[in-house]
């Protein structure tokens, strides 16, 4: 069974970091593409990274290339985004993703398993 649980987010100024963390509730994650998408009230669920088991696979939305790293600790059984340099655009409800073999990373319809999100807040 795959339940997911994120935490990490909090309140923050333009420019901090944080670390989101993602768990499958003390089971494993190991064989399972990652993901983290992100929503905002009244917009789609935007794609942010993946981390897929074959070849190691990461990929980023372009928006967060170079600010966001998502990592593995597979025994662990750990998803992480590290996210610096945050922006107020980065404000919004971070939710974990796994699937045993995601085909379009960025389609969040195709993602089967989901967190219930951690929100990330950037003001000043």
């Known amino acids: 069974q795959v339940q997911l649980v994120e935490s990490g987010g909090g309140s923050v100024q333009p420019g901090d970091s944080l670390m989101l963390s993602c768990t499958n509730n003390?089971?494993?994650?190991?064989?399972?593409?990652l993901g983290w998408f992100r929503e905002v009230p009244g917009k789609e669920r935007e794609f942010v990274a993946s981390?897929?088991?074959?070849?190691?696979?990461?990929d980023y939305a372009t928006s967060v290339k170079g600010r966001f790293t998502i990592s593995r600790d597979n025994p662990k059984n750990m998803l992480y985004l590290q996210m610096n340099n945050l922006e107020p655009e980065d404000t919004a409800m971070y939710y974990c993703?796994?699937?045993?073999?995601?085909?379009?990373?960025?389609?969040?319809?195709?993602?089967?398993?989901w967190g219930q999100g951690t929100q990330v807040t950037v003001s000043s």
């Open positions: 981390f897929k088991t074959i070849g190691n696979t990461r």
């Open positions: 993703t796994a699937d045993p073999w995601i085909k379009s990373v960025q389609d969040p319809s195709g993602w089967k398993y």
């Open positions: 003390g089971h494993t994650l190991s064989g399972f593409d």
